[in-house]
């Protein structure tokens, strides 16, 4: 369960978009700090600052050692933003969308009205 | 009221919490409002739409509506995974008013739910409002989002990532 402290560390590390950026890049799977760099016109010292951002609110882990030890997305925190974001809206607009066109569709079943008040 | 996009599914579910104990979604749909009503309430029609995200269906939809008669709908996820939801209807007025509990078992609260009508030049309009017993209830349920049943996949994450990058 998200606590109102994680939300707002992880809403904050969202809040950028290089970092929202190097997150889309993760999504894709583990990733180098020389990888992730690569489509940033920003310094190396400036991605790093990014990803250590994102270590923090517990976004991504690294390997243990050495500097060019991939970094992975951990989907946790993200999941509970989601949630939080969506997880009951979520539910209805999706039922609400599929209501709508399955009236569509009883309608196109039943052109004479007879539903008509 | 609503006056640009009348093509079908282009409406949308917008959320109110008008006092501490309730969650209001409101939505309007290009049907007549016998039809919406009968969409709501016959289990022929509330299987194929209550469905939450993809990846859901609902074998099992139990309807005995009149007041006091229960309802139960039961879902199921590709993986298998279920998840219950009964109730008691309280009041039933068609094609207007309805008025029942929602219960998930567990600990989620019970919850009184009103969903009312309204035909708007042949469009209807449903706005539903479901009391909690308590804030915290409420918050809880909005905050961590069913998250027991409405379940979380990588799918879910997935779709989500592109809209935050």
């Known amino acids: ?3 109102a402290d994680t ?51 517990g976004l991504i882990t690294r390997g243990r050692e050495a500097q060019w030890r991939p970094r992975t997305l951990d989907a946790g925190p993200l999941r509970e933003v989601a949630e939080y974001a969506d997880g009951y809206r979520r ?3 999706a039922s609400h969308d599929r209501l709508d066109a399955y009236l569509e569709e009883l309608q196109q ?9 | 009221m609503t006056t640009a996009n009348r093509t079908a599914g282009r409406h949308t579910t917008t ?16 049907a007549p409002r016998r039809l919406v009503w009968d969409a709501f309430t016959k289990p022929e029609h509330v299987s194929q ?18 007041p006091g008669g229960k309802w139960r709908w039961v879902w199921r996820m590709t993986d298998g995974t279920e998840m219950e939801m009964t109730g008691v209807y309280r009041e039933v007025a068609p094609p207007e008013r309805l ?3 929602e219960n998930w078992g567990g600990e989620w609260p019970e919850t009184v739910n009103t969903i009312v009508f309204t035909e708007e030049g042949g469009r209807t309009r449903t706005v539903a409002t479901v009391v909690y017993p308590s804030k915290e209830a409420r918050d809880a349920a909005m905050k961590t989002g069913m998250e027991d049943g409405w379940g979380q996949s990588h799918e879910r994450l997935d779709a989500y990532l592109p809209t935050v990058a």
């Open chain 1, 109 to 117: 079943k039943e052109p004479n009205d007879d539903h008509r008040e």
């Open chain 1, 7 to 57: 939300l707002t560390t992880t809403f904050a590390a969202l809040a950028d978009p290089t970092r929202r950026a190097i997150l889309a890049r993760l999504a894709e799977g583990p990733a180098t700090v020389k990888e992730i760099s690569e489509p940033f016109v920003i310094s190396g010292p400036a991605v790093s600052k990014h990803l250590r951002v994102l270590e923090k609110a």
């Open chain 2, 15 to 30: 959320f109110t919490t008008p006092s501490d104990r309730e969650i209001v979604a409101t939505r309007v749909f290009d």
């Open chain 2, 49 to 66: 739409w209550m469905l939450g995200p993809e990846g859901w269906t609902m074998p099992v939809c139990e309807i005995d509506l009149r």
């Open chain 2, 99 to 101: 008025v029942n509990t």
């Open chain 1, 1 to 3: 369960m998200a606590s």
């Open chain 1, 91 to 93: 539910f209805w607009e």
